[in-house]
């Protein structure tokens, strides 16, 4: 991939800001996202909240379901692609996708090495807990992060420690001497150029979404509030009473995230949320695949 | 004093009010129809065309801006800004409609279609250019629409009476040049 068409996959993520990218499984919800407003689907079989349940392996999406959602909207389509699983990220470069996430969601495909993004053209979006997560993906060439949050549980918890700890460490680089700045690197584990960048900018240096276990208006205005520039959300639409309100209601709740009145109207009579189960009651952690 | 008024209901609002800020102007981010009062300038952003046309309605944005577009205040669009604007949208639905042009939506294919590109625009010369899953104008509907640029043939960029539509992004390059013409700065 050529620094032209890197920085023009990292300004797709930029026109993606204060959206809503929403987990779809057939054309009819991805019509129904498109018309609440989403900025982006994410098309795949199953919802996190299903994997959970069924269990087993869990892999890309079949492509024809995905070119069908490709042809139901006209806004960016994404899909997940296994952690290191270079192969079925080239299938869905194949099939013009318009973001591949590559997903802790889906059962990793290798648990030591993740795709050298920088050999596709399309671009990926990145789960990550913290600043070094965020900046090794980057360094491979993600040109967007989300954080990893817990996926199919409508728990927000993680989703807030990821972003709150990314913040701090951010905070923490800006307000570094620059002769600190090669320890940070070597304890990140990062390259140096990265580190400069985030201590300069005092932000990543693509765009931070988040993601994982974000259920209602008022979860994912708490969430822009703490730093996302927009928020993905998974199961929390279609495992509810009422996705088209849900999705809607989310949709205005992210564009106006400080406006307490408009999110108090927003929340009211949403119908039945996400059941959603708590961090510790579930066997297995997401968000520790791939760091 | 300008007041520039910046749609900030979704997409790359932040990119075009630094270029704002940089040249001094003093700008407010229209998220509710009481930000739009006073503004006497006004930029409409890339981002996803459906998402904010679905957003002008639901925040009742629409109704204020739309007066003073027809009001005559300058505005300048950009990608999704184009769409909003346009009387024809292929492959989607219009909202302002009330630039005599033709547009096409996500008219160079998905994300592997988005380039880069040199060229003038209008008077402004070597401009660069970002096109991220652009539209262009397949049709001039009036006389009084200027072309500013054609690039491989298509057009992406116009004039017309104090709109100013763009199928490209300058907010997203370091080049002030269009955002300075466009606030006669």
Do not use: W
Not at chain 1, 74 to 80: D, N, Q, S
Not at chain 1, 88 to 105: F, K, M, N, R, T
Not at chain 2, 31 to 52: F, M, N, V
Not at chain 2, 172 to 178: E, K, Q
């Amino acid at each position: 991939m050529d620094a032209d068409r890197y920085a023009l996959n990292k300004e797709l993520a930029q026109m993606l800001k204060g959206g809503v990218i929403m987990d779809v499984t057939t054309p009819e919800q991805a019509k129904i996202a498109e018309a609440a407003g989403a900025c982006a689907v994410m098309a795949l079989e199953r919802i996190p909240a299903d994997i959970r349940a069924a269990g087993g392996v869990s892999r890309m999406s079949d492509p024809a379901m995905i070119r069908g959602i490709q042809e139901a909207v006209t806004i960016p389509v994404m899909a997940k692609c296994r952690i290191g699983h270079f192969a079925e990220a080239q299938i869905l470069e194949a099939i013009e996708i318009d973001y591949i996430d590559e997903s802790e969601v889906l059962s990793p495909a290798d648990d030591v090495f993740h795709i050298d993004k920088t050999a596709f053209k399309v671009p990926f979006v990145c789960g990550a807990r913290d600043l070094g997560e965020a900046l090794r993906r980057i360094a491979e060439g993600a040109s967007m992060i989300r954080t990893k949050g817990e996926p199919g549980t409508g728990d927000v918890v993680q989703a807030v420690r990821h972003m709150r700890k990314m913040q701090q460490e951010i905070a923490r680089i800006a307000s570094m001497r620059t002769d600190e700045l090669y320890e940070a690197a070597k304890e990140l584990r990062v390259p140096y150029s990265l580190v400069e960048y985030v201590h300069e900018h005092h932000k990543l240096p693509v765009v931070n979404f988040a993601a994982g276990g974000i259920a209602t208006p008022a979860d994912a205005a708490l969430m822009m509030q703490l730093g996302a520039e927009g928020v993905f959300v998974g199961s929390g639409i279609f495992k509810s009473g009422n996705p088209e309100k849900r999705a809607s209601a989310i949709v205005k709740a992210v564009a106006d995230f400080r406006n307490a009145p408009l999110l108090a109207e927003l929340s009211a009579n949403l119908g039945e949320a996400m059941v959603g189960i708590n961090e510790n009651e579930i066997a297995l952690l997401m968000a520790e695949r791939g760091k | 004093m300008m007041r520039v008024g910046i749609l900030a209901v979704q997409g790359a609002f932040a990119e075009h009010a630094a270029c704002t800020e940089k040249l001094g102007a003093a700008y407010v981010l229209l998220r509710k129809p009481e930000d739009a009062a006073g503004i006497d300038h006004l930029i409409l952003p890339g981002g996803e065309s459906t998402t904010q046309r679905k957003l002008l309605h639901d925040t009742g944005l629409f109704s204020p801006l739309q007066e003073k577009i027809k009001a005559g205040i300058p505005v300048l669009a950009t990608c999704a800004g184009l769409i909003l604007l346009a009387k024809e949208v292929s492959g989607g639905e219009g909202c302002f409609s009330v630039l005599p042009v033709k547009v096409q939506r996500n008219a160079y294919g998905r994300q592997l279609g988005s380039f880069s590109a040199v060229g003038d625009v209008g008077d402004i010369s070597g401009y660069p250019m970002r096109f991220i899953r652009a539209p262009y104008v397949t049709e001039v509907l009036s006389d009084a629409v200027q072309v500013l640029n054609e690039t491989d043939g298509r057009i992406t960029a116009v004039r017309y009476q104090d709109l100013t539509a763009l199928s490209f992004h300058p907010e997203l390059t370091d080049d002030l040049r269009i955002h300075r013409e466009f606030l006669g700065l």
